[in-house]
């Protein structure tokens, strides 16, 4: 019965930021360049919260593909939509975001014990996200995510750019 009662309130909870347009989903597709590596294919996809309709929090999480090197990545970022302060009901939106990042590299090189096999290692990340609203809760985005510094590396992996295309849904 308490879990029924639980699962009931996380609903309603939900449902009810839902009406807000508070949280949010993006999923994009598109190139890893400028790494050590060198280019490749990336996949990610994000849940959003915003406090106000121009600032909130992206939680994300990416996999890279870049020759025998398989990157995974999962970030928390501040969003911050600089069009949409200027003018609520604008169609084109630009949202600039930046945070941190742990990133696991699971190359089969690696055979060590730490969080994931593989060089678990820290990053500072920060990007730019320019959008068309197709409708008012879908728009289609360009997002060029760019990592400058990593922590705790142990491969040959230090900095990397993703740039993808895709589409984010308000709920």
Do not use: C, W
Not at 15 to 40: D, L, V, Y
Not at 51 to 59: E, P
Not at 112 to 125: C, N, P, V
């Amino acid at each position: 019965m308490k879990k029924i009662f639980l699962a009931l309130t996380i609903a309603t909870t939900t449902f009810a930021f839902s009406q807000n347009s508070k949280f949010g989903i993006q999923f994009n597709a598109g190139g890893h360049f400028m790494s050590e590596a060198g280019t490749g294919l990336t996949l990610n996809s994000a849940v959003t919260y915003n406090f106000v309709s121009s600032f909130g929090l992206k939680l994300d999480g990416a996999i890279d593909l870049v020759g025998n090197d398989n990157l995974n990545r999962l970030g928390l970022q501040l969003d911050l939509n600089v069009v949409k302060l200027a003018n609520e009901d604008a169609k084109f939106g630009l949202s600039v975001h930046g945070g941190a990042a742990l990133i696991n590299n699971g190359n089969f090189l690696y055979n060590d014990t730490y969080l994931m096999r593989g060089d678990d290692m820290i990053a500072l990340m920060a990007g730019i996200a320019p959008s068309v609203r197709i409708n008012e809760h879908l728009r289609v985005q360009l997002d060029a995510t760019y990592l400058p510094k990593m922590f705790k590396v142990d491969g040959n992996i230090t900095k990397y750019l993703n740039t993808t295309i895709g589409i984010a849904y308000n709920f």
